[in-house]
């Protein structure tokens, strides 16, 4: 069973939890969890797909809880989503109806809305069903284009979970915490449906503070770099998580400082791991093993990695040589939605998944990401943003004539968007501009008015030299 903690005879056998679930103002037991999830899967069930506003909720909660009961999938939209995008998301996955909450402006197009009723209870039951069907279909920015669709399968959530379960020591005596977004692998698959399938009382903060997370007395934190850099900030909050068990960051690489006042200020050095939506995590440092400053670890149990050259051949593991990072295993997806071009480009003809990264690996088989093969995909605040899909907004405003997107360092997001406009516009409008049409997170933090931007000889633009 996917979400194993919630068979209905567990809960019924007696192992129940006061507070599986705190979120929003909200608490859950294991049996409300069932109950009112099994309600949900009632209104749903037969549906193709749904599509789900990822607010941090218990309806949010209940919504994805109840489509993975009844084995009909969703689409997490992030609730800071522009209309652009939104529409998007809901024409390409084919999404049937709203479950849950409904964003303030449902816009184009205007779907049938299923309500949850976080008191309604049903106790029927369903067939487990196959491991091999989707479980969502979430959506990941690529260098260029609006979001691709990938459909996560029940199997890779449930092999990953196991598999970091194992590394991380995570069991259902441990109290997760986070305040990631609900609309991401890391905040949703680990967090969410990790703490379902291990049985761990689950608490989202609803935005990570530093604040937050020295209240919510957890044993095991999730984190983006953001987070950690912000929670090292303030001394009295960083040294509250000095009784926790187990920090985790990723998303993005952690910055070596930050690293080290975590490992002074709490006592624990953290566990950092590497993924994406298309493969999940397939990388990590272990709880009971090495946690070198800057290294994402080693494959999880079914993971196959490899290290290539231009020509495919394997470079050297001698924590030296750079390659394109490749992955195999039972994490990794089928394809995109809709997109054969792109899942094309995505898989070599033997079958690993070029994952877009270029990394090295030492002997003993520790990996760390040296970053992507093209610049273009921008890691801010824990987030991944494609360039293109901005560029290709801002070039829709009436005051922009050519523009250039690139991610400068930032000591707190790890890169700052900026974007570099030829054209007569005000920068604040242009951000706003962006704003308005995509995620929130997407918007330029900069804009830089020029005269000209920098090409070769063949008219591409050289952002190399933008990157500053």
């Known amino acids: 069973m996917l979400l194993a903690s919630l068979d209905p005879a567990t809960v019924a056998a ?13 608490t859950l037991s294991r049996s409300d969890l069932v ?15 749904v599509a789900v506003l990822a607010k941090p909720t218990a309806t949010t909660v209940l919504a994805v809880t109840g489509c993975l009961i009844a084995g009909v999938p969703f689409v997490p939209v992030p609730p800071d989503v522009g209309a652009v995008e939104r529409h998007h998301l809901l024409t390409d996955s084919g999404a049937q109806a709203w479950l849950g909450e409904l964003p303030d402006d449902q816009g184009e197009p205007a779907l049938p809305h299923v309500p949850v009723r976080l008191h309604a209870r049903s106790w029927h039951r369903y067939a487990e069903p196959s491991p091999r069907a989707a479980a969502m279909v ?8 609006l979001p691709k669709g990938v459909p996560i399968s029940r199997a890779a959530v449930a092999a990953d979970v196991d598999a970091l379960a194992r590394v991380w020591q995570w069991t259902s005596e441990d109290t997760l915490v986070h305040g990631l977004p609900l609309s991401h692998v890391h905040g949703l698959v680990l967090g969410l449906l990790g703490s379902l399938r291990v049985g761990s009382r689950f608490v989202h903060t609803g935005k990570p503070t530093p604040a937050a997370y020295a209240e919510a007395g957890g044993s095991l934190y999730f984190g983006v770099p953001t987070v950690w850099s912000r929670v090292v900030a303030e001394r009295d909050a960083a040294v509250a998580l000095s009784s926790a068990r187990l920090l985790v960051s990723g998303s993005a690489s952690l910055p070596v400082p930050v690293f080290d006042e975590l490992v002074r200020l709490t006592g624990h050095a953290p566990v950092e791991r590497y993924g994406s939506t298309e493969s999940l995590i397939t990388l990590s440092t272990l709880a009971d093993g090495e946690r070198r400053p800057g290294w994402v670890g080693l494959p999880l149990a079914g993971i196959d990695t490899r290290i290539v050259d231009d020509i495919g051949a394997e470079v050297a593991r001698d924590g030296e040589t750079i390659g394109r990072l490749e992955v195999r295993g039972p994490t990794v997806f089928d394809g995109y939605l809709n997109r054969p071009d792109a899942t094309a480009e995505a898989f070599g003809a033997d079958g690993w ?8 690996v030492d002997g003993d088989g520790m990996h760390r990401i040296v970053g992507r093969e093209s610049v273009d995909l921008i890691k801010s605040g824990g987030f991944r943003v494609g360039a293109g899909e901005i560029e290709a907004v801002l070039l829709g405003h009436p005051g922009v004539d050519e523009v250039a997107v690139v991610g400068v360092p930032d000591d707190d997001l790890g890169q700052r968007i900026v974007a570099y406009v030829v054209g007569e516009a005000e920068p604040q409008a242009l951000i706003d501009y962006v704003a308005q049409q995509l995620s929130v997170h997407k918007r330029p933090r900069e804009v830089r ?8 000889a063949m008219g591409k633009v050289l952002k190399k030299e933008l990157m500053t």
């Open 449 to 456: 008015l020029v005269d000209g931007l920098p090409r070769n």
């Open 14 to 26: 007696g192992h129940d939890v006061g507070d599986a679930v705190r979120i929003g103002g909200t």
């Open 353 to 360: 998944y070029r994952t877009g990264d270029v990394a090295v």
């Open 138 to 145: 979430m959506y990941t920015s690529g260098t260029t284009g």
């Open 35 to 49: 109950g009112a999830a099994t309600s949900v899967a009632e209104r749903v069930g037969g549906a193709q797909l």
